[in-house]
């Protein structure tokens, strides 16, 4: 009767010695685990800052899974699918027995590092979260350039970007002075040396590829700013068609002269005018602004108007620029009441009928509403005063929170210190600006606002830090904020797009920098809380693209050279990287054509010849056609001719100078131009120059 019991007590006895033995596993896997991590090193041989740590290790004996954690700082690393696979096999070996053999799951900034691959890069599973996936806009563009030659379709027509360059110079209220943000380092100060870079190069290269760029710094680089306005009762400058217009039913904008103080508004001071729309072509309805230029020379042109109920999506401006003409349409269904870039132009001294802007009522929908308020050509100087100064300084060389002011934005959106700290509003308006124009669009649907659909947004900063060991150069850096809100959006897209946005800045940056300059350092990729990448409602980073700290990383960032080749790798980023998102093919935009030339022909023709430039690290990149422009005389450039072939033959009249350049075009967009080329025949002429 007792050799049961027995039985069962041995049993008992050899079960429980069992269960003792997983405590001294579980503490030797803890163990192997923090030693694998603290030898760890990424195995494209960047550095990680500090050792991993790992915070949590879970254990599913049933199941046989063992899930571990690991900080962010295990995250700063590139991880692409061959990595991820090795991680994991030298993980597993240095487990202990039987945790060598269970189903491995590495978790890092709350997600397994499988769903830290750059999908832009990389094939990756459907269901990583991290993509809009259905969430997009099938709109029309808030603004388009009708007059182009070329069309994209595989470039970046319609998406909406928000772009800004790093910081500006701001009123420190200590110190009641104004001041630049950063400071002075190697002949420049960051506020001033990321824009060299963004405004010339990055801008371009996105709006050539067909977006929409907003920036809620001041872009235009000219100091002279002239607004044309319908409250100007007494200017000649604005015409509109008699009997036409009448009052829109919200206020407008209305300059005063002087400075602006803290809270004023001019898009509240004024009125606008509306009138309805027309599908006819013949005796259009207009309203016509024609400024006084002070000094030749380039000026941005913006067009403000108000979104009413009824508004069109195809409010057509016409751009007069020394006696050619630009088209547009505006899409006024989005974006009233503030400053609408349409582009830059070069305009002649004085007033003319040739150097105007001009709205017409024509429209695909009949009986629609356009309304119309205020035309400013020019960026301008600074005309916001702080402790009772401005800071004399042309506009686009001042913070965001300047310009939020100048362009109506709330006061509670430029202003979130009350006034009282210029330098934090400055950083928290480039954001919530953002904001405040995407409101209401697919991509940031719980918040109110313009309805402008931008889905991602970029900041451009030169400070990745300094290299305590004194490496030659320091590098890239990037940031992003994937712990807010949950990791959510509000549209209920995952943090995680600005993760990847992220990486692939970094990843693609050093890439295409080393393979033309043979050096580059890939620095880190920081997931932490910053204004710029907290805030915006949209897939956000922050690329640190070198470091104004470091000699030889300024030496390289100031040849315009090295600025064009990271601007175009930011830009083929974003190309990737959006069209990726919306499960889009792309290709990238041709380099500008080179060894161009004129050549005379006998029978007094002229022949414009030049030779397409290959793009080695882009087979895509390669034109199908090419854009000539031509100025004749005095008068600006035309919008250009398509044609097929690397030539283009043109009859000139005697004794007239004619200016061409030229740019590669493919279905991805359109090339920087050439240098401007000029010829002139005189029929009294011996010899050829």
Not at 423 to 448: H, I, Q
Not at 682 to 688: C, G, I, N, Q, S
Request: proline fraction near 7%; charge should be positive.
């Amino acid at each position: 009767m007792m050799r049961p019991l027995l039985l069962l007590s041995l049993s008992l006895l050899f079960s429980s010695s069992l269960m003792a033995q997983p405590d001294d596993s579980e503490k030797r896997l803890k163990e192997q685990a923090a030693h694998f991590f603290a030898a760890y090193s990424p195995a494209d041989g960047s550095v990680l800052p500090t050792t991993p740590q790992v915070s949590n290790i879970s254990i599913d004996d049933l199941a046989r899974k063992v899930t571990m954690t690991v900080d962010a700082t295990f995250a700063m690393q590139e991880f692409y699918p061959k990595a991820i696979k090795n991680i994991y096999k030298k993980l597993r070996r240095s487990l202990p027995r039987p945790f060598n053999k269970y189903k491995l799951t590495l978790v890092c900034c709350g997600q397994p590092i499988e769903h830290l691959v750059d999908p832009a890069l990389y094939k990756i599973n459907d269901m990583r979260p991290g993509q809009w996936r259905n969430i997009s806009y099938d709109g029309k563009p808030w603004v388009t350039d009708l007059s182009k030659p070329n069309k994209v379709t595989h470039g970046l027509y319609n998406r909406h970007i928000a772009l800004w360059a790093s910081h500006g110079s701001y009123f420190d209220s200590r110190k009641q002075a104004w001041r630049w943000q950063r400071p002075n380092l190697f002949g420049t100060t960051e506020d001033l040396f990321t824009q060299t870079i963004v405004v010339p190069y990055l801008m371009p290269m996105l709006q050539n590829a067909g977006a929409v760029v907003f920036t809620p710094r001041e872009r235009d680089w000219q100091r002279n700013e002239v607004i044309v306005d319908n409250d100007e009762k007494k200017s000649n400058y604005y015409v509109e068609t008699p009997k036409k217009w009448r009052d829109a039913p919200f206020s407008g904008f209305a300059a005063h002269t002087g400075a602006y103080y803290d809270g004023e508004n001019p898009f509240v001071a004024g009125t606008a005018r509306m009138t309805l729309t027309t599908r006819k072509n013949s005796n259009p309805v207009t309203a016509s602004y024609q400024p006084n230029i002070p000094e030749e020379g380039r000026y941005a042109v913006y067009v403000s108007y108000q979104t009413v109920e009824g508004s069109v999506d195809d409010a057509e401006y016409t751009v007069y620029h020394k006696g050619q003409k630009t088209t547009f349409h505006v899409n006024q269904q989005m974006g009233g009441s503030t400053w609408v870039y349409l582009g830059s132009f070069l305009f002649d001294k004085g007033c003319s009928q040739f150097n105007r802007v001009v709205l017409s009522n024509r429209s695909a929908k009949k009986g629609g509403i356009v309304t119309t308020d205020a035309v400013r050509f020019g960026g301008g100087m600074g005309n916001i005063s702080r402790g009772g100064q401005t800071s004399n300084l042309p506009r686009c060389l001042e913070g965001a929170r300047y310009n939020a002011q100048w362009s109506g934005v709330p006061y509670d959106i430029y202003s979130t210190k009350k006034g009282a700290d210029d330098y934090g509003d400055d950083l928290n308006s480039r954001s919530l600006m953002t904001n405040w124009l995407a409101g209401g669009s697919p991509f940031v649907p719980l918040k109110e606002g313009k309805r402008v659909p931008i889905e991602l947004s970029l900041a451009l900063h030169s400070d990745a830090g300094y290299d305590p060991i004194g490496h030659d150069i320091v590098g890239s850096l990037a940031v992003c904020t994937t712990g807010f809100n949950d990791g959510m959006f509000g549209s209920g897209a995952s943090r995680l797009m600005s993760r990847d946005f992220a990486d692939s800045l970094l990843t693609n940056t050093c890439r295409d920098i080393k393979a033309k300059y043979k050096r580059w350092n890939r620095r880190y990729l920081w997931d932490r809380n910053y204004s710029e990448t907290r805030c915006p409602e949209v897939p956000s980073a922050i690329l640190e693209m070198l470091s104004h700290q470091n000699f030889p990383d300024m030496v390289m960032g100031q040849d315009p050279n090295f600025k064009f080749t990271i601007a175009r790798s930011v830009y083929k980023t974003i190309l990737r990287y959006v069209s990726a998102q919306h499960g889009q093919p792309c290709i990238v935009q041709p380099l500008q054509p080179a060894n161009f030339c004129i050549k005379p022909e006998a029978n007094g023709l002229l022949s414009l010849v030049w030779t397409p430039t290959v793009d080695p690290q882009e087979p895509s990149a390669m034109p199908t056609s090419y854009n000539v422009y031509m100025a004749e005389g005095t008068g600006g450039f035309d919008n250009g001719t398509m044609v097929v072939a690397n030539h283009y033959t043109f009859k000139p009249q005697p004794g007239v100078k004619y200016s061409f350049k030229v740019t590669a075009v493919n279905r991805g967009g359109e090339s920087f131009p050439t240098e401007t080329l000029c010829a002139v025949i005189r029929p009294e002429a011996t010899k050829t120059v």
